[in-house]
């Protein structure tokens, strides 16, 4: 099987993002909303609140009590994906903490189970988790706003959300194509971030930063890296 390991931005720098999208989200949701704008930024803040909580919940109960970063950076903002077809018009608190909490857990469910199912099955790599975290919670929040819309509102919204998936599906599939068939890469290349950027590995970033010479050479490990570099 291919191999899904990319190297990324140290963890402390991912969890800023993720604390920075959860506290702003409301304000994405709200701003356009008009009079309704608190209640938009109050539904979303439940929602994410929702997704939050069931995200510790399974991703701990799954790991056995160790909660797995990729679930927490990602899943934990699901309910401000689904809250954003209907922030303006849930009237409930609890609405909204429900529509959150199982956008929450079906995106832990994806990484969890879905993202290796299509990867092996289908040969489909979600390579950042968009599907888990966008896709699906993001179709959970179009199917809710058929519940909170007036009922002359319903028909538009479920137009809107079919014409939505045929335009993601399909520009998804074009893509794929004129990729596949137009920059083709093999399969050992697809991992490995030399292939598309020219600041090379991180072994080799270290040794352009740290020239090594004969006077002061001294091993540099971090995680599974172990590079010879030069003190400056």
């Known amino acids: 099987m291919m191999s899904t390991g990319f ?6 720098c991912k969890m800023i993002g993720t604390l920075v999208l959860w506290i702003n989200w409301p ?16 539904n979303t803040v439940l929602s994410l609140t929702g997704s939050a909580v069931i995200t510790f919940l399974l991703s701990g109960g799954i790991n056995k009590g160790r909660y797995n970063m990729v679930h927490i950076q990602n899943a934990t903002l699901a309910g401000g994906v689904a809250m954003g077809a209907s922030c303006n ?38 390579t950042c988790g968009i599907h888990n975290l966008h896709g699906m919670p993001g179709i959970i929040g179009a199917l809710a706003s058929l519940i909170f819309l007036p009922s002359e509102m319903v028909g538009p919204q479920a137009a809107t959300l079919a014409i939505t998936i045929v335009i993601a599906v399909g520009g998804g599939l074009i893509t794929g194509v004129l990729l596949l ?6 399969t050992q ?6 292939v598309f950027w020219m600041d090379g590995t ?5 040794v352009k930063l740290y020239p090594p010479s004969e006077e002061s050479q001294f091993a540099v490990t971090r995680g599974s890296f172990k590079t010879k570099a030069v003190l400056s």
């Not at 991180?202 to 270290?206: F, I």
């Open 189 to 194: 290349g697809h991992m490995k971030d030399q």
């Open 181 to 186: 068939y137009c920059a083709p890469l093999p």
């Open 27 to 42: 304000a994405f949701n709200g701003i356009l909303t008009g009079p309704r704008q608190e209640t938009s930024i109050t």
């Open 202 to 206: 991180y072994q080799e970033q270290l």
């Open 89 to 126: 018009l849930v009237e409930h608190p609890v609405h909204a903490l429900l529509v959150g909490t199982f956008a929450g857990a079906v995106s832990v469910w994806g990484y969890v189970f879905l993202s290796d199912f299509l990867l092996r099955n289908l040969q489909l790599h979600d």
């Open 7 to 12: 190297c990324g931005h140290p963890l402390t």
